[in-house]
């Protein structure tokens, strides 16, 4: 999994004095950052829905190992063959796939919610250079 990218809210950071009208380039492009920002948190948001899948698959496998027969025949598909397997082996690799992904998950979840936060951010952004637009407008 090669993750999701996030930014820190540094790069997204907007300084706007106060009274300062943003030129209408301006808003257009903090709007498309903002559009940026959204887009990158949907897939950060499709990516964790993949690690939940898999969490709960390999959780799958794990209770069906923790029932099974010491002397039971695993096999694993390897490619397109499938492979005998000790059932220690199967057991072990699976607890590590587990967690694997469970902190793949706590990553993911920590980038979720700076990026919420950083799109926040940049919304409120957004919201006060419409309004200094607007009452710049009207003084007009």
Same mark, same amino acid.
């Given at each position: 999994w090669t993750g999701c990218g996030?930014?820190?809210? +540094?790069?997204?950071?907007?300084?706007?004095? #106060?009274? !300062?009208?943003?030129?209408?380039q301006e808003m257009q492009n903090e709007l498309e950052?903002?559009?940026?920002m959204q887009e990158t948190l949907q897939? +950060?948001? *499709?990516?964790?829905?993949?690690? #939940?899948?898999?969490? %709960?698959e390999t959780e799958l496998v794990k209770e069906e190992?923790?029932?099974? *027969? *010491?002397?039971a025949v695993i096999y694993k598909l390897v490619g397109p063959v499938m492979v005998k397997q000790n059932v220690d082996d199967a057991?072990?690799?699976v607890e590590k796939r587990l967690e694997y992904v469970k902190g793949e998950l706590d990553r993911s979840n920590k980038i979720i919610e700076t990026q919420e936060?950083?799109? *926040? !951010?940049?919304?409120?952004?957004? #919201?006060?250079?419409? %309004?200094? /637009?607007?009452? /710049?407008?009207?003084e007009s």
């Open positions: 996030y930014w820190q809210a +540094a790069k997204w950071g907007l300084v706007l004095p #106060i009274g !300062a009208m943003p030129s209408e950052k903002f559009k940026a897939k +950060a948001y *499709e990516s964790r829905m993949g690690l #939940i899948a898999q969490q %709960q190992f923790d029932s099974i *027969e *010491e002397d057991k072990t690799n936060k950083d799109l *926040e !951010a940049k919304q409120k952004d957004l #919201i006060k250079m419409q %309004q200094a /637009a607007q009452a /710049a407008a009207g």
